[in-house]
């Protein structure tokens, strides 16, 4: 699928609000923004007054992160019913032809879309992320599958990616997207950083359009989900701000729309399992 830019199509990118109810009485309304970012706000009833506080996104991302660091891995199979790693392995599938180049995983959390990327037998897969808590469990997982010499991990922010220009052959980024707290800034650099004609594969959450899986999603998403998260991570925000960031965050053909204004060519989409992922693929 194509997208041709038009003006209503950047007109119609994302507006849309989303509210979690927060066990503390407060609410964590989260807001799609006509840069494809999220942004947060809590907002509190006191004294009959209702305060309401900006997140500060990074911050806030990285500490829910490195919170539920120990249980990522767990919930995200468990939750996903295995279907995540098949999804990560379907998008590494597009960077057949870049094997034996230089790989950038952005938001690569616990590694494992890089572990994913390292089957391809790159000369070097990189990740970056700012969860320092996600990096240690990913490089202890890196170390137990001998692939600490081709994988290595590092502290970095999405919007200013600490590499040269056009020093990649491909990036890639895994159910991260959606976190940055500027997403055209965040494309925008994948962008600087990879040659010229490598390669972009994000992989992202995406919402089911057709009766009855629709239906049947959100009452899982908005319910099952923040529940399970909730008892198994102890932290009930972490699984609240789940649905919330997937709910607001500019699918299909706004996406693509970002990617062709952050000056990527040869964009495509493809849904995943009734469009529960999506995997979107565009060249510098
Ligand atoms: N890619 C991994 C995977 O496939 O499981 C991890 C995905 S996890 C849902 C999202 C990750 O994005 C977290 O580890 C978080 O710290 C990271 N993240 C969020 N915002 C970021 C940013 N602006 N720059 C770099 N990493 C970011």
Request: charged content about 25%; proline content about 4%; hydrophobic content about 45%.
């Amino acid at each position: 699928m194509k997208v041709r830019l038009s003006r209503r199509l950047f007109k119609s990118i994302h507006e849309s609000a989303y509210n979690v109810n927060m066990p503390d009485g407060g609410t964590l309304p989260a807001r799609g923004t006509n840069t494809g970012a999220l942004e947060l706000f809590r907002t509190f009833r006191i004294f009959g007054l209702t305060v309401r506080l900006t997140v500060v996104q990074k911050q806030y991302v990285r500490s829910l992160f490195d919170s539920i660091a120990r249980r990522y891995d767990l919930l995200n199979h468990l939750l996903s019913g295995g279907v995540d790693t098949y999804w990560r392995r379907r998008a590494i599938n597009h960077l057949r032809p870049v094997a034996g180049g230089r790989i950038l995983d952005v938001a690569t959390g616990t590694a494992d879309f890089a572990i994913a990327a390292a089957r391809l037998a790159p000369r070097e897969v990189v990740g970056v992320d700012i969860a320092d808590e996600m990096l240690a469990l990913g490089r202890k997982k890196l170390a137990a599958r001998g692939l600490s010499g081709i994988v290595s991990l590092r502290n970095g922010e999405a919007e200013s990616l600490p590499f040269a220009e056009g020093s990649f052959d491909a990036a890639i980024v895994a159910f991260g997207v959606r976190n940055f707290e500027r997403l055209d800034g965040g494309l925008a650099e994948m962008r600087r950083v990879l040659r010229p004609g490598g390669k972009l594969v994000v992989l992202e959450f995406s919402r089911p359009r057709r009766f009855p899986f629709r239906q049947i999603y959100l009452f899982y998403f908005l319910n099952v989900i923040p529940l399970i998260g909730r008892l198994l991570s102890g932290n009930s925000e972490a699984y609240a701000y789940l649905p919330a960031s997937v709910m607001v965050f500019p699918e299909g053909d706004e996406f693509l729309a970002l990617l062709i204004s952050a000056g990527f060519t040869r964009t495509h989409a493809e849904r995943l399992t009734f469009g529960i992922a999506s995997i979107y693929t565009a060249e510098k």
